[in-house]
């Protein structure tokens, strides 16, 4: 395929010292696709940095799975990760798992109905009046669209 057509990998397969995984199907914008990529820590955990100096966001990565599978544009999307850490400035979440599911996402312009689930073992906040209301492991279930800004 050309960039504006798509990519069609057979197999790919990453193998390093931290981190693990396989790439395999088809991406087309102009017709059927069906891709899948996962990922997962030959260790405990692969731990990235993101955000900024101001804004720091320390992740340890565990596994991802991403899978896409349907017509053109707007394929079904489904996304898992396991997450044993994320740290940011002002919080830090232990355990945090989520399973995500669009049945038409616009990879295009990462718009489209999303829903899931989202699951933290502990949440610790820097404000001793919200960190009692977070006590103990929390599930939320989403439901909604994500949109552009405007």
Same mark, same amino acid.
């Given at each position: 395929? &050309?960039?504006? $057509?798509?990519?069609?990998?057979?197999?790919? +397969?990453?193998?390093?010292?931290?981190?693990?995984?396989?790439?395999?199907?088809?991406?087309?914008?102009?017709?059927? *696709? /069906?891709?899948?990529?996962?990922?997962?820590?030959? $260790?405990?955990?692969?731990?990235?940095?993101?955000?900024? +100096?101001?804004?720091?966001?320390?992740?340890?990565?565990?596994?991802? *799975?991403? %899978?896409?599978?349907?017509?053109?544009?707007?394929?079904?999307?489904?996304? *898992?990760?396991?997450?044993?850490?994320?740290? +940011?400035?002002?919080?830090?979440?232990?355990?945090?798992?989520?399973?995500?599911? *669009?049945?038409?996402?616009?990879?295009? &312009?990462?718009?489209?109905?999303?829903?899931?689930?989202?699951?933290?073992? %502990?949440? $610790?906040? /820097?404000?001793?009046?919200?960190?009692?209301?977070?006590?103990?492991?929390? +599930?939320?279930?989403?439901?909604? /669209?994500?949109?552009?800004?405007?």
């Amino acid at each position: 395929f &050309s960039s504006a $057509g798509g990519v069609a990998i057979d197999r790919a +397969t990453l193998s390093g010292d931290k981190i693990s995984g396989k790439a395999a199907g088809t991406i087309n914008p102009n017709g059927a *696709s /069906d891709f899948s990529l996962d990922l997962a820590s030959t $260790g405990p955990s692969l731990p990235l940095a993101l955000g900024s +100096t101001e804004s720091p966001i320390k992740l340890e990565l565990q596994a991802l *799975s991403v %899978k896409a599978a349907g017509q053109g544009t707007q394929p079904q999307l489904d996304i *898992s990760a396991v997450l044993p850490s994320v740290a +940011t400035k002002f919080s830090d979440v232990e355990g945090l798992t989520l399973a995500l599911h *669009s049945d038409a996402f616009d990879v295009k &312009s990462r718009t489209g109905p999303v829903s899931g689930t989202v699951t933290a073992n %502990k949440i $610790g906040l /820097d404000n001793p009046t919200i960190a009692p209301l977070l006590a103990g492991k929390i +599930t939320a279930k989403v439901a909604g /669209d994500l949109a552009t800004d405007t």
